[in-house]
């Protein structure tokens, strides 16, 4: 296993980081945001009023200190104090309700906007094809379905808010200043205007090192995925300290371009804080002279410091918001770049419908050439032409890598080939809608697919409407009742990550027991006996040829026992189909199926 894989075309190598453009990158949300736009408006109104009341209290404490403790009169001024408190009050508890709606709202927001995106992007995945799994490692997918989405997440469901909050509260404060001390807030206007330009200078380094974090964290999911995949054949050959350590090299990466991000991101709230905080103290000083001199009261001057007080906690939470922002961006790049892939097999625009054909379905392949995405120097199918009857079965012999599997992956259409025709029942494959094409062929794969659910369920994966009767029927047929019912719970026994609770004869018979409920008039057997034993080989070869008697078939088959009975046998060699007759016309030929012919039997 390398440490590394090829980058695909559309999902950038994380090997190499790509520079995050701006905060703008959000703007990829959109999509996303639209349906919830009267919630969006709610959360704003109470956003707003959060804030709005937030600048009142200053007001609020400036007639307390003028009106209230420095009335001449004891009487009134008790009376004048019970009533600012009040208003104080007031003005606290309109905080909270507006603050816990406000949170409500966009933590809704996120929750629901994230899970969406979730949705989009796998959804958007599974559709697409094999060439893109070719070239993309599955770790670095489910990091962006994870990681990626929540940072998405916690910008959408607290940090915009909070920025958006911050905003309205900080430009009011400002405003409010600029009121009420026009001459001393110019001044401190034009000292903020020269703390924006190193800003900018320390955001950019920010972006660029947040998406190379991210792309790190990728690269660690990547190997983990990999390697626990494969557990049995990491431990086998002892390299369990090898992976350890290379996953660990791997997190250090991650965490030294976390640490680089960090140190940039502290060095810029530390910056922007304490440079607003001296402009702000300037501006404060010169009121604490105009008391003095008596231009203003101290009242005037006590909403002056809370003013300042909101306008620097402002400043202070926009730095940190905005460093959550540049991450955020990074990971909404990333996503759109995932959901901006594009299949190259999609059904067409305007499907032809694939008729019923009796006895199972015809086949043709006329001339057939194709080239593997990610080995295009290779040919992997050259000049194939064959034609399959309805009700006839086909077996495919021939060495490894010599076309057999590339056939049933164009018949499935997870590729498309690059010359010639592919047809079924008179119409290109091309021309049908993926679905009903799909619908159409059953497969029973050499390695068996088991899901994290329970036998019944992973049976009736192949017809979702299935009954229970009917799965069990299928079972019987393909000689698995017996040791389902043997399990712990029956049918309804959970069966393990892959099934690893059943011996690989077993996965096999669940996986035809799967391919037979489905009853589709196509049928592919890639290897489907290569994994059971002498007895249950029997047993399922019988249920399958029961099977087959309807509808058509293609075998792989590298054990020529297990075909002989075919109706032909098309013997295949470099991607060329070299031979095609029944096993006693190709023995008396004395070509490429007698000599592997004679090497199997001989040794057995």
Do not use: C
């Not at 390299?239 to 640490?259: C, G, I, K, N, P």
């Not at 164009?410 to 047809?423: H, K, P, T, V, W």
């Not at 390695?447 to 009736?460: K, L, Q, Y």
Request: aromatic share 6%; glycine share 8%; net charge neutral.
């Amino acid at each position: 296993m390398s440490a590394t894989s090829p980058a695909s075309p559309a999902v950038a190598a994380s090997s190499t980081p790509v520079p995050a453009r701006s905060v703008r990158s959000l703007a990829g949300l959109g999509p996303f945001l639209a349906p919830y736009r009267g919630r969006i408006l709610l959360a704003g109104l109470f956003l707003v009023m959060a804030a709005l009341t937030t600048l009142v209290f200053p007001i609020a404490l400036r007639g307390l200190i003028d009106q209230g403790l420095i009335a001449a009169d004891p009487g009134e001024r008790l009376l004048a104090l019970r009533g600012h408190f009040l208003l104080l009050f007031a003005v606290g508890a309109a905080l909270g309700l507006f603050s816990a709606a406000r949170f409500y709202m966009v933590s809704w927001l996120g929750e629901r906007i994230t899970a969406d995106l979730r949705d989009a992007v796998y959804r958007h995945v599974i559709r697409q094809s094999p060439e893109f799994f070719e070239s993309t490692q599955t770790g670095e997918v489910l990091s962006r379905l994870t990681t990626d989405t929540t940072l998405v997440q916690t910008v959408v469901g607290s940090s915009l808010s909070m920025g958006l909050r911050n905003t309205v509260m900080g430009i009011g404060a400002l405003a409010m200043l600029v009121v009420t001390n026009p001459y001393v807030m110019t001044q401190v206007l034009g000292i903020l205007v020269l703390v924006v330009l190193p800003t900018l200078w320390f955001g950019r380094r920010v972006r660029s090192l947040s998406r190379a974090s991210q792309d790190r964290v990728a690269d660690s999911s990547a190997i983990a995925a990999e390697v626990l995949n494969a557990v049995p054949v990491v431990q086998s050959y002892t390299q369990e300290a090898y992976e350890a350590r290379r996953f660990d090299e791997s997190t250090e990466r991650a965490f030294s371009t976390a640490v680089r991000r960090t140190r940039m991101r502290a060095v810029l709230v530390a910056f922007v804080i304490s440079a607003t905080f001296g402009a702000l103290l300037w501006g404060l000083y010169q009121g604490t002279q105009a008391v003095l001199a008596g231009e203003i009261s101290a009242g005037h001057l006590g909403q002056t410091v809370v003013y300042v007080i909101l306008l620097v906690s402002s400043v202070a939470v926009l730095a940190e918001v905005y460093g959550d922002l540049l991450r955020a961006a990074g990971a909404t790049e990333r996503l759109m770049e995932l959901l901006a892939t594009r299949s190259p097999i999609a059904s067409p625009a305007q499907p032809r419908p694939l008729p019923a054909v009796a006895g199972g379905s015809a086949l043709r392949l006329d001339n057939v050439g194709f080239r593997y995405p990610s080995r295009p120097q290779t040919p992997a199918l050259q000049h194939a032409t064959l034609d399959v009857r309805p009700g006839e079965t086909v077996a495919l012999v021939g060495p490894s890598g010599a076309g057999k599997t590339t056939v049933f992956q164009l018949l499935l259409r997870f590729y498309d080939a690059q010359e010639g025709r592919i047809e079924i029942n008179g119409v290109a494959v091309r021309d049908v809608a993926l679905p009903e094409l799909r619908s159409r062929i059953g497969i029973v794969p050499q390695e068996s697919v088991i899901f994290s659910t329970s036998a019944m369920e992973n049976i009736r994966y192949g017809r979702p409407d299935a009954s229970d009767d009917e799965v069990v029927a299928a079972a019987r047929a393909a000689f698995a009742h017996d040791f389902l019912m043997a399990l712990p719970e029956g049918y309804q026994t959970y069966l393990g990550e892959r099934g690893v609770r059943l011996s690989g004869g077993q996965r096999q018979r669940i996986s035809i027991a799967r391919a037979m409920l489905k009853n589709p008039p196509l049928l592919l057997l890639d290897e489907a006996t290569s994994a059971l034993d002498a007895e249950s080989e029997r047993m399922v070869q019988a249920a399958l040829e029961a099977a087959m008697a309807n509808r058509t078939t293609l075998v792989i088959a590298h054990r020529l026992a297990t075909v002989q009975r075919a109706d032909r046998i098309v013997v295949m060699e470099h991607g060329r189909i070299v031979e095609i007759g029944s096993h006693a016309e190709l023995i008396a030929r004395d070509g490429l199926y007698a000599r592997l012919a004679a090497l199997q039997f001989d040794t057995a």
